[in-house]
C-alpha cells in the first residue's frame, strides 16, 4: 500500500506560478511510476505529467509542455509539480497517483492503470 497526500493548491492570477507536492508513505517500492492528474468540471480526468521513477524518463501533456515541471525528491519520499504561466484552462483538481509496474515498458497510461490517489488539492488560475 502508499499513500499520497497533496499539497500546494491555491488562487493565482493567470501568469502566476504554484508548486504541488505529493508526500508518499507506506510502501514506497510500489510508487515506480508516478504521476499527476487533473479534473476540470465536467470534464474526464487527464494526464498532466508522468515519471518514471527509477529511469527519470518523464511524459508531459502538450497543453503543458514547457510551462510544467515534474521532479521527486527521493530523501523526502516527494514528488512535485512546478507549474508555471498557468492558464484559466489549468484550473482542476490536481490529483497525485502511483503504480508499481511499467506497462508496455513505459509508464505512461490513463487514469485507470494507476493504482493509488490521493484526495487531490485545487488548482485555480483567474484571468
Known amino acids: 500500500q502508499v499513500q499520497l497526500v497533496e499539497s500546494g493548491g491555491g488562487s493565482v492570477q493567470a501568469g502566476g506560478s504554484l508548486r504541488l507536492s505529493c508526500a508518499r508513505s507506506g510502501n514506497t517500492y510500489s510508487g515506480i511510476c508516478m504521476a499527476w492528474f487533473r479534473q476540470a468540471p465536467g470534464k474526464e480526468r487527464e494526464g498532466v505529467a508522468i515519471m518514471d521513477t527509477r529511469d527519470g524518463s518523464r511524459w508531459y501533456a502538450d497543453s503543458v509542455k514547457g510551462r510544467f515541471t515534474i521532479s521527486q525528491d527521493n530523501a523526502k519520499n516527494t514528488l512535485y509539480l512546478q507549474m508555471n504561466s498557468l492558464k484559466p484552462e489549468d484550473t482542476a483538481i490536481y490529483y497525485c497517483?502511483?503504480?508499481?509496474?511499467?506497462?508496455?515498458?513505459?509508464?505512461?497510461?490513463?487514469?485507470?492503470?494507476?493504482?493509488?490517489w490521493g484526495r487531490g488539492t485545487q488548482v485555480t488560475a483567474s484571468s
Open positions: 497517483a502511483a503504480r508499481a509496474t511499467r506497462i508496455g515498458g513505459v509508464c505512461y497510461g490513463p487514469p485507470q492503470t494507476y493504482d493509488y
